[in-house]
């Protein structure tokens, strides 16, 4: 089974709740929305580059905006591989809270 | 204060980003920025935006070698798009191969040359340790080292020197031969096969050293093994066409040839061996080696094979002591310079000496063929650029259409490099069968025989390759660069390349091209005007009819004169001063009453009879007192009288009866007299006996009323019968001469030899001239009827405006006109001093004329005038609506 880092785990899950509005910027935004902690674009985009290579996104270019001085963004978005790997990682840690007596 | 990212920052993220990530990257950054702008203020996003770029920095954005995504299908769309061009612009296309090919070829050519004569007698092992030994007699260098009684010496004392020099360890191989080929020995000889049948064999190498000769120079053996071919006292070594000639072409199968002999002059010789013929590039040529006790001399030349560790000052000063001890008197001779080494690979371009073996090339015609190379290679070049520059003034759009489809500057770089490559390694094998083709003509001309190592020699196929690359790259260099630098929108426009101002690229090489044309057309024209001035020049004595023979002494003279006297057909017969000879050597001399102080040493020694200046139609009144009491006759010539007289103040007129001093060193141990006197009984004009590159030189004619000694007869034959008379002179030669064949010259043929060397070079200096210029004027028509062509809307709308066609036709043709007369008034001197440098070979020699330049440069003009005034006519007549039709 696929191993994933931690900041991968969690940019993979932001990407899944972001929907359609997944790309570099907006993802470092929403993880300091989410987390509390600034990242740095950089950091996104060098993540979000190698879940793409595992094959757990997708990418496309798309939205330019004037604001972007007509550039277009790479927006994310997960491949069935991306959303079963999640769902058994998932799947996984809950098996080994399970095993655990109960934590109030 | 800006509120933009900051620009220095952006300008560092584009450079160092890679282009397929730059889009979102930079996009982010610029989004990020101003939603802090918005938030907590300009300062701030700028400072954030500083730092995220320096945090991108690494290597995951940096920029990439996208190798994979581009390779094959733009490879194949460049193929198509060149392929589709070269078809679109058909007439340009060819004109432009055409050139190439023709450029190729000759620049292989030249290279084919170079190499062959660069590379003389390599072939021999360690050819840098083997050096030949030369002697500076009097002033002048010979090749030639004399025996120490000349032709009397015997047998063992002709090794003399070469003892001396192998006493010395460091010196490991000596020997000495001559040839047929040298002026010092007789040119044929008769070799009596087994069966007893008589063979002309006129390329003979003699020597008396010959184990050793083997080890000193190395020849490819095809029988027999160096070490014992020539053992034997008496031995032959055959090369492999000398084998077919005496033993038949199936000479390989004979598994006793080494058992046979052949004789010459009543001795048999055993055939110790078959080497491959001797290479054209070898500076000693022969047929056969006869190993014989004594060589049939009064000199030889001398080789040697010294060990590395020796220098080249050591060699030659054991060369001189060697020689000190082989001659002692050599030390008190005044006229004994000493001696030198000349090492064998540098023999053939660097010797200056007397008697040479073979005719020895000439540096500076090796210049001349490298310039003449590097010019064609320039033309070629020039030509290309130029026809492609024109060319892609048609291609904008599509340059255009490239670039907003995301062509880098850098793709559009390299489609024009690869159609410019492709185009010309296209030609590349026409140029090579072109080349093949050519070949045989050249060496036709050039006397020589070059095989076409282009596609044998690895360093010649490195260059083959290597030169369409050049030409390539060069050409294509200056069109991409320029059309890749411009923006879409203005290839779009359709802004045409319109360099009404300033020197362009463009306008310089056609100018350059010009420069060729006079210059290259004038050096040709004058070339052609010397050597017919050469031809037709007057030597001072007759030449048709006048052939000479070899006879063997006065007796046999005498014998032969008397039987031949009465042939009608012989109008007159003579002995000895048969003209036309290469610069022999030269006499001291002075008049007895002159100073010590006025030796001359530039005489030449002429011994004829008076029938040799019958036979050359010189006259003087002196011949006559020769039939009455006096034995002989001794006369000056012009340039000798002034010399003399001046040497005792007198004037010319008043030396007749002066006495005359010939080798005033020379001292004569019988009477005591120092050298040899003679009563001066006539000054004669000066004619040219020598070639007319130099200047006629003080002679000395000793006139004899019956000679005293011969070995050449002259003949003036009349033109009926010419060679039925020669017959009858062959059949009385052949009743008093047993040993050696007859050789027949024809006066016309050997004045003709003389200047072999360089008709050659000027036949193939006008021949490669004419390619250059021929190429020029191509590449100038075609570029000039292709800018014509996009001129057509300008013709148009200048009719439109009320231009007569008159007018249109002088405004296109000006510029051209400008660029001519530049051309001419450059082309003058560079020419000029080109020729100059050639005519000082001559001492005789046509002046350039100005005129000549004047008509080139008209020429040039009106040639390519033709060419725009053709085109443009057309297009001038045509009706405005119709050229400005088209939007091109």
């Given at each position: 089974m696929l191993q994933l880092g931690n900041l991968e785990e969690t940019i993979l899950l932001l990407v899944m709740i972001m929907k359609d509005q997944a790309y570099g910027y907006a993802v470092s935004k929403e993880y300091q929305k989410q987390n509390g902690k600034e990242i740095s674009i950089s950091a996104v985009h060098t993540v979000l580059s190698r879940l793409e290579k595992k094959g757990l996104i997708n990418s496309e270019m798309r939205g330019s905006t004037e604001e972007r001085g007509g550039r277009r963004k790479r927006i994310f978005k997960m491949t069935d591989y991306g959303i079963r790997t999640i769902q058994e990682l998932k799947a996984h840690r809950i098996r080994l809270w399970d095993q655990l007596p109960q934590l109030g | 204060m800006n509120n933009t990212p900051p620009k220095f920052w952006q300008r560092l993220l584009k450079w160092f980003c890679d282009v397929e990530l730059y889009e979102e990257i930079s996009g982010d950054l610029d989004e990020a920025f101003?939603?802090?702008?918005?938030?907590?203020?300009?300062?701030?996003?700028?400072?954030?935006?500083?730092?995220?770029?320096?945090?991108?920095?690494?290597?995951?954005?940096?920029?990439?070698?996208?190798?994979?995504?581009?390779?094959?299908?733009?490879?194949?769309?460049?193929?198509?798009?060149?392929?589709?061009?070269?078809?679109?612009?058909?007439?340009?296309?060819?004109?432009?191969?055409?050139?190439?090919?023709?450029?190729?070829?000759?620049?292989?050519?030249?290279?084919?040359?170079?190499?062959?004569?660069?590379?003389?007698?390599?072939?021999?092992?360690?050819?840098?340790?083997?050096?030949?030994?030369?002697?500076?007699?009097?002033?002048?260098?010979?090749?030639?080292?004399?025996?120490?009684?000349?032709?009397?010496?015997?047998?063992?004392?002709?090794?003399?020197?070469?003892?001396?020099?192998?006493?010395?360890?460091?010196?490991?191989?000596?020997?000495?031969?001559?040839?047929?080929?040298?002026?010092?020995?007789?040119?044929q000889h008769y070799i009596q096969k087994v069966n007893g049948e008589r063979l002309v064999e006129n390329n003979i190498l003699w020597t008396n050293s010959g184990s050793e000769f083997f080890q000193v120079l190395d020849w490819t053996f095809l029988k027999g093994s160096p070490k014992s071919a020539l053992s034997e006292k008496y031995s032959i070594v055959l090369t492999a066409s000398a084998a077919s000639k005496y033993f038949g072409s199936d000479w390989a199968d004979d598994a006793n040839l080494l058992s046979r002999y052949l004789s010459i002059?009543?001795?048999?010789?055993?055939?110790?061996?078959?080497?491959?013929?001797?290479?054209?590039?070898?500076?000693?040529?022969?047929?056969?080696?006869?190993?014989?006790?004594?060589?049939?001399?009064?000199?030889?030349?001398?080789?040697?094979?010294?060990?590395?560790?020796?220098?080249?000052?050591?060699?030659?000063?054991?060369?001189?002591?060697?020689?000190?001890?082989?001659?002692?008197?050599?030390?008190?001779?005044?006229?004994?310079?000493?001696?030198?080494?000349?090492?064998?690979?540098?023999?053939?371009?660097?010797?200056?000496?007397?008697?040479?073996?073979?005719?020895?090339?000439?540096?500076?015609?090796?210049?001349?063929?490298?310039?003449?190379?590097?010019?064609?290679?320039?033309?070629?070049?020039?030509?290309?650029?130029?026809?492609?520059?024109?060319?892609?003034?048609?291609?904008?759009?599509?340059?255009?259409?490239?670039?907003?489809?995301?062509?880098?500057?850098?793709?559009?770089?390299?489609?024009?490099?690869?159609?410019?490559?492709?185009?010309?390694?296209?030609?590349?094998?026409?140029?090579?069968?072109?080349?093949?083709?050519?070949?045989?003509?050249?060496?036709?001309?050039?006397?020589?025989?070059?095989?076409?190592?282009?596609?044998?020699?690895?360093?010649?196929?490195?260059?083959?390759?290597?030169?369409?690359?050049?030409?390539?790259?060069?050409?294509?260099?200056?069109?991409?660069?320029?059309?890749?630098?411009?923006?879409?929108?203005?290839?779009?426009?359709?802004?045409?390349?319109?360099?009404?101002?300033?020197?362009?690229?463009?306008?310089?090489?056609?100018?350059?091209?010009?420069?060729?044309?006079?210059?290259?057309?004038?050096?040709?024209?004058?070339?052609?005007?010397?050597?017919?001035?050469?031809?037709?020049?007057?030597?001072?004595?007759?030449?048709?009819?006048?052939?000479?023979?070899n006879v063997g002494g006065a007796q046999i003279y005498s014998k032969m004169k008397n039987a031949l006297e009465n042939n009608p057909k012989i109008l007159q017969i003579g002995s000895g001063g048969m003209p036309g000879n290469e610069m022999f050597n030269t006499l001291t001399y002075k008049m007895l009453n002159a100073s010590a102080q006025d030796i001359n040493d530039n005489g030449t020694h002429l011994v004829v009879d008076a029938g040799s200046f019958e036979v050359l139609g010189i006259d003087h009144p002196t011949l006559r007192d020769l039939s009455k009491d006096k034995s002989s006759v001794f006369l000056i010539n012009e340039t000798a009288a002034e010399v003399l007289a001046t040497s005792l103040q007198i004037k010319p007129e008043q030396l007749i009866g002066e006495v005359f001093q010939m080798e005033p060193e020379y001292n004569n141990e019988e009477d005591g007299t120092m050298g040899i006197h003679y009563t001066i009984d006539g000054i004669i004009a000066d004619y040219n006996y020598f070639t007319l590159k130099e200047e006629v030189n003080p002679m000395f004619i000793e006139v004899q009323a019956k000679p005293l000694w011969t070995y050449e007869m002259l003949f003036k034959l009349s033109t009926d019968d010419f060679f039925a008379t020669i017959d009858a002179i062959e059949k009385e030669y052949d009743k008093w001469h047993s040993e050696e064949p007859i050789q027949v010259e024809f006066l016309e043929q050997r004045l003709a030899s003389l200047y072999k060397n360089e008709r050659q070079i000027a036949s193939l200096t006008v021949g490669l001239s004419t390619l250059a210029i021929v190429l020029s004027v191509l590449g100038l028509v075609g570029l000039v009827s292709f800018i014509t062509k996009t001129k057509e809307r300008e013709i148009g709308i200048r009719k439109v405006f009320g231009a007569r066609t008159r007018q249109i036709l002088l405004l296109l043709n000006r510029e051209f006109f400008i660029l001519a007369i530049l051309a001419t008034l450059l082309a003058t001197p560079l020419s000029y001093w080109a020729i100059s440098n050639w005519l000082e070979v001559f001492a005789y020699r046509i002046t350039p004329g100005y005129f000549v330049y004047i008509a080139a440069g008209l020429l040039c003009v009106l040639v390519v005038g033709t060419a725009v005034s053709l085109q443009s006519y057309h297009a001038a007549g045509k009706n405005p609506a119709e050229s400005l039709k088209n939007e091109q």
């Open positions: - | 101003y939603d802090r702008a918005r938030d907590q203020g300009v300062r701030y996003a700028q400072r954030k935006y500083k730092r995220d770029v320096l945090k991108f920095f690494k290597p995951y954005a940096w920029k990439k070698l996208h190798l994979e995504r581009q390779q094959s299908p733009l490879l194949r769309n460049y193929f198509k798009i060149a392929l589709r061009n070269i078809v679109k612009y058909k007439q340009y296309s060819v004109l432009n191969a055409a050139g190439l090919i023709l450029g190729m070829t000759c620049i292989f050519l030249s290279l084919l040359y170079l190499n062959h004569e660069l590379g003389y007698d390599q072939f021999h092992s360690d050819a840098d340790n083997v050096y030949r030994v030369q002697r500076t007699y009097r002033s002048q260098n010979y090749a030639v080292m004399p025996f120490k009684d000349y032709w009397g010496t015997a047998a063992e004392d002709q090794l003399g020197y070469l003892i001396e020099l192998k006493k010395n360890p460091q010196i490991k191989n000596v020997t000495q031969f001559t040839s047929t080929n040298s002026p010092t020995s007789v040119p002059d009543s001795t048999n010789y055993q055939i110790g061996g078959v080497i491959a013929n001797v290479p054209d590039y070898s500076h000693v040529d022969f047929d056969l080696i006869v190993n014989t006790p004594k060589i049939p001399s009064w000199g030889n030349y001398t080789y040697l094979r010294k060990s590395p560790d020796m220098s080249e000052s050591e060699l030659l000063a054991e060369v001189n002591n060697a020689y000190l001890r082989f001659r002692p008197g050599a030390a008190d001779n005044e006229l004994e310079i000493g001696l030198t080494v000349e090492r064998l690979p540098s023999i053939y371009l660097k010797s200056n000496a007397l008697y040479e073996l073979k005719t020895p090339g000439d540096i500076r015609y090796l210049w001349v063929f490298g310039i003449i190379g590097v010019i064609i290679l320039v033309v070629t070049i020039t030509n290309y650029l130029n026809l492609t520059t024109a060319l892609y003034v048609g291609r904008q759009k599509e340059i255009g259409v490239r670039k907003v489809l995301g062509a880098l500057k850098s793709n559009t770089i390299s489609q024009f490099l690869f159609e410019t490559l492709l185009i010309a390694f296209l030609c590349l094998p026409l140029s090579l069968l072109l080349l093949q083709f050519t070949l045989p003509f050249f060496n036709a001309i050039m006397d020589i025989n070059l095989e076409n190592k282009v596609i044998s020699d690895p360093n010649l196929i490195a260059f083959a390759v290597l030169l369409p690359i050049v030409i390539g790259l060069t050409s294509g260099m200056y069109p991409s660069l320029v059309l890749s630098a411009k923006k879409a929108l203005e290839l779009f426009k359709g802004k045409l390349s319109n360099t009404r101002s300033g020197f362009g690229l463009r306008r310089t090489l056609v100018g350059f091209q010009f420069l060729l044309l006079v210059g290259l057309g004038t050096t040709t024209f004058f070339i052609n005007q010397q050597l017919r001035f050469i031809q037709n020049k007057d030597l001072g004595y007759t030449q048709k009819g006048v052939i000479s023979i």
